[in-house]
């Protein structure tokens, strides 16, 4: 770890302003209560210095399925016009047994439908995964420019292995009402879980946790369907402990180079999520960067670049948002 902080520091990360309207992340904050396992939003207009909306407390609440919702990955839709916003089924506040959650858990994912990022639809819960699932964890989307289609990805252990092991399972769907049977996406030797995939540069690359090492992999296609290969010298390779890999781009001003993020929830050390910055994505290397600031500790979640128009819509609504009740009325 010490040798790695010993790289380049990425000024342009430390000093530059978004040249995009700004940034959403939405997680969620643990496993303290049933509220704590909800949907969180904040913003940040630099992608670095983020601030809670709704007081800090949840902009929204799960009431089905396990009633408690964590992971929360946000989709722009391909035609613009729809955000879906999808989260794991799960309470290990209500249940606080994960060897149940990971064996008699949920095999469905919930889902939120939004036009505008402020008035959102009832949640529904969405079975996705094979009926001997025994969890449903993490799930997210992209667009496949092949297929014309979303695929849509998850880590689930299953009953005919006798819950051995998590493989990241995909489906397919255009319209995340209906989806096809479940399928592998990925298989390794050992259980891997937290899968994110970014497209630049006509790539697709993924980055995933490999729990036996608890280290995250990279990996590069041309094609989401693969065949997919390790990115060599891949410069994070080595760091343990840490889960819930998002990778984002930061756009600043015309003329400076363009920088992606990619951050790294520390969860062994309990200290949140540490950003890591490159210039080339492509390249593998990333640099530690310094100065992010975040309101509470984040949870596995994801980022949303914004338009101007969308930032400002959300500061707005957040403003002019009621005093949020308090937290001690659970869902």
């Known amino acids: 770890m010490k040798k790695l902080l010993s790289l380049f520091l990425l000024a342009a990360v430390a000093t530059a302003h978004a040249a995009s309207g700004g940034y959403l992340f939405v997680t969620f904050k643990g496993e303290q209560n049933p509220l704590t396992e909800q949907i969180y939003f904040a913003l940040s207009q630099d992608g670095r210095n983020w601030r809670a909306l709704h007081n800090a407390e949840p902009v929204l609440v799960s009431k089905v399925g396990e009633k408690g919702v964590r992971d929360p990955y946000l989709l722009r839709a391909h ?96 319209d995340f009402r209906k989806f096809s049977a479940p399928f592998i996406y990925i298989e390794k030797p050992q259980n891997v879980i937290d899968t994110t995939i970014v497209r630049d540069g006509g ?34 390779a080595q760091l343990v402990g840490f889960e819930g890999p998002e990778c984002f781009p930061l756009q600043f001003a015309a003329g400076e180079p363009p920088t992606w ?40 979640g994801s980022v949303l670049p914004l338009s101007a128009a969308e930032y400002e819509r959300l500061a707005n609504a957040a403003a002019s948002a009621p005093a949020a009740p308090p937290p001690a009325s659970a869902p």
């Open 203 to 236: 790539k697709y690359f993924r980055f995933t946790k490999d729990e036996k090492f608890k280290a995250i992999t990279m990996e590069e296609s041309t094609k989401l369907a693969g065949p997919w290969r390790d990115v060599r010298n891949f410069s994070l």
């Open 261 to 300: 993020c990619l951050i790294l929830d520390y969860y062994s050390k309990g200290e949140g999520y540490q950003p890591f910055v490159t210039h080339d994505l492509a390249s593998g290397q990333f640099a530690p960067a310094a100065g992010f600031v975040f309101p509470f500790r984040f949870r596995h």
């Open 79 to 174: 035609d613009g016009k729809t955000f879906y916003l999808l989260a794991t089924d799960l309470s290990i506040a209500r249940n606080a047994d994960w060897g149940r959650a990971v064996r008699a858990g949920s095999n469905a994912i919930i889902i939120w439908e939004s036009a505008d990022l402020v008035n959102w639809s009832k949640p529904r819960r969405v079975p996705v995964a094979p009926l001997d699932a025994g969890c449903t964890w993490a799930p997210e989307a992209i667009f496949d420019e092949d297929t014309g289609d979303y695929l849509v990805f998850w880590a689930s252990t299953t009953r005919r292995d006798d819950f051995e092991k998590h493989r990241i399972w995909a489906a397919r769907t255009k």
